[in-house]
């Protein structure tokens, strides 16, 4: 009997129920809860005001975040709906919704599930999904950030989400983000949405006080928070890298060591002399060259959603007007003198190497002779680019060089972010993909 009492005490016990729990926390008095009397009040009042324009479409779609760490991705997930964006992935069933967990790329799932996302990371992600301003709190006065919450707010097609840090709002915690629904100008009052519902209710704060809670510098970069203005692209961007990490042959992780590591490494060894031989290098990169059917897969299915014809008539344009590159012949070229054989690749296939090119940051290409670069940067020239190509160019550039700003770690920060030649020509950036 003795025995079976002891083997019985070392079956799987379960960890014992924290001791100190919480359903909710109490505002501070400075806040005012939205279902309070004095919130109605204050809500009426931007409604009348013509401030609460955009609350319906957030309300319609809000949801509280699913893990302590995911203000930021929940945040996104409903202006996301709100936005009525295009392409959400499938969630269950035939349905399609926006929702934290599919929000993947720009930074590791289970990293935000420990500490969240930074500023940068969250423009980044954003960025991939629709049209993004990020304001630094230190960048801007807080006229102007009451200028924008006046101009979203009185609007139903373009948001607002702020991080802030909820210490300087008396709350617990630190670094939060959260959507902004409505303005009340009488009090200047904004209403913020937290999506930590479990924590906190909606609530209206001074602007003023909200405008303070985002310059205090974030321990994990150094730097304030601030807050964005988003919205939906137009023409829909059928081409986003944050797409492709969705997919099992181009995941954000790989893209990430392609650019950082990758890519330089080769052109530092094989030490191209002509512009051709440039290409070949960057077009001969394995992950590279997988990305050319898996950007073809991701733009069919896009251009399939909405409007068909729309999707249809803008791709066209844009793969008519990359044809009309001078790049593309070189591109080409390259693909010719390559194997396999012509007949096992399409123009469709040198198009995007050819998009690919003219989207890179000029930050990869620091290996190459100055001769060189000058030489590529020609062919590259956005201002003789058709409005619908540099279109797409500048927001791929944007997406690579948000992704080398998240995922490498360089040696001489200055030059991996520098446009200028002189200054990303000083000495050859080291650069190493983060784990």
Not at 72 to 84: D, E, F, P
Not at 240 to 264: H, M
Not at 269 to 291: G, H, Q, W, Y
Request: proline letters at 6%; hydrophobic letters at 35%; charged letters at 20%.
């Amino acid at each position: 009997m003795f025995t079976k009492k002891v083997a019985k005490s070392f079956e799987n016990p379960q960890p014992p129920p924290p001791q100190i729990t919480f359903q909710g926390r109490k505002l501070p008095d400075h806040l005012i809860n939205l279902a309070s009397p004095s919130g109605k009040e204050l809500f009426k009042q931007a409604l009348n005001e013509s401030y609460a324009e955009g609350y319906f479409n957030l309300s319609s779609c809000f949801s509280h975040q699913m893990e302590p760490a995911y203000c930021g991705l929940s945040s996104l997930s409903i202006v996301l709906n709100a936005l009525q964006v295009t392409g959400a992935p499938v969630w269950k069933g035939p349905w399609r919704w926006w929702y934290d967990e599919l929000l993947n790329c720009c930074a590791e799932i289970e990293e935000v599930k420990k500490s969240g996302v930074t500023f940068d990371q969250f423009a980044c992600l954003a960025r991939c999904h629709c049209y993004t301003v990020a304001k630094r709190a230190n960048k801007v006065s807080k006229e102007e950030f009451i200028s924008d919450l006046k101009a979203v707010c009185s609007r139903s097609d373009i948001f607002m989400i702020i991080s802030f840090s909820r210490q300087a709002l008396q709350q617990t915690g630190d670094g939060h983000f959260s959507p902004i629904g409505a303005y009340n100008h009488e009090q200047n009052m904004a209403l913020v949405l937290d999506t930590a519902r479990f924590k906190y209710p909606s609530y209206f704060a001074s602007a003023d006080l909200l405008y303070e809670a985002m310059l205090p510098l974030d321990k994990e970069t150094n730097l304030p928070r601030g807050y964005f203005l988003l919205s939906s692209y137009e023409p829909q961007k059928p081409i986003s890298l944050c797409k492709l990490s969705q997919d099992a042959i181009a995941n954000w992780t790989s893209l990430g060591k392609t650019f950082c590591k990758d890519l330089p490494d080769r052109l530092i060894t094989e030490r191209p002399k002509t512009l051709e031989e440039a290409v070949k290098v960057i077009l001969n990169d394995p992950f590279i060259m997988s990305l050319h059917n898996s950007m073809q897969t991701d733009v069919d299915k896009s251009s399939s959603e909405g409007n068909p014809e729309s999707g249809e008539q803008y791709l066209s344009t844009l793969l008519n007007d990359i044809i009309m590159s001078p790049l593309y012949s070189i591109v080409k070229s390259v693909f010719k003198k390559q194997s396999p054989p012509p007949n096992q690749y399409n123009e469709t296939q040198i198009s995007f190497a050819t998009l690919f090119l003219l989207s890179f940051p000029t930050n990869l290409f620091t290996s190459l002779s100055t001769e060189l670069v000058i030489e590529l940067e020609q062919y590259r020239d956005h201002t003789k680019m058709s409005s619908v190509l540099k279109h797409e160019v500048e927001k791929i550039k944007k997406e690579v060089t948000d992704l080398i700003g998240n995922f490498c770690s360089c040696s001489k920060t200055n030059a991996i972010l520098s446009n200028d030649l002189d200054s990303s020509k000083a000495d050859i950036v080291c650069c190493q993909a983060k784990n």
